[in-house]
Nanobody, 125 residues
Framework: DVQLQASGGGLVQAGESLTLSCAAS????????IGWFRQAPGKEREGVAC????????YYTRSMKARFTISTDNAKDTVSLRMHSLRPEDTAVYYC??????????????????WGQGTLVTVSS
């Protein structure tokens, strides 16, 4: 079965940067897409970005494109989310996920069949 593990969260101050990583196993990584979602306290889960690993095409939620960057790590078996100029409203549990279609197909969580546990990012003022 597909296994996803998000890591790299923590407590940071506003304006700082943080990089999250998603380690994947149980499938051919290069043939898949990996998406990042986040869920703030009391809020619904929202899409952040998605990367089609096979062709290196990336997609972003419009409000996050300027500050967030999704990419593959050097090992090529992980996907990173680089977050810049963090704001308190970025505080959320961040999840990585993989769609069963193996391609990025929008920001709807319903399109992603496999999910990691999530990692908490807290941004202080």
């Amino acid at each position: 079965d597909v296994q996803l593990q998000a890591s790299g969260g923590g407590l940071v101050q506003a304006g700082e940067s943080l990089t999250l990583s998603c380690a994947a196993s149980g499938f051919t990584f290069d043939d898949y897409a990996i998406g990042w979602f986040r869920q703030a306290p009391g809020k619904e889960r929202e899409g952040v970005a998605c990367l089609s690993v096979s062709d290196n095409n990336s997609y972003y939620t419009r409000s996050m494109k300027a500050r967030f960057t999704i990419s593959t790590d050097n090992a090529k078996d992980t996907v990173s989310l680089r977050m810049h100029s963090l704001r308190p409203e970025d505080t959320a549990v961040y999840y990585c996920a993989a769609p069963d279609s193996r391609s990025c197909s929008g920001a709807s969580a319903d399109q992603y069949a496999y999910w990691g546990q999530g990692t908490l990012v807290t941004v202080s003022s």
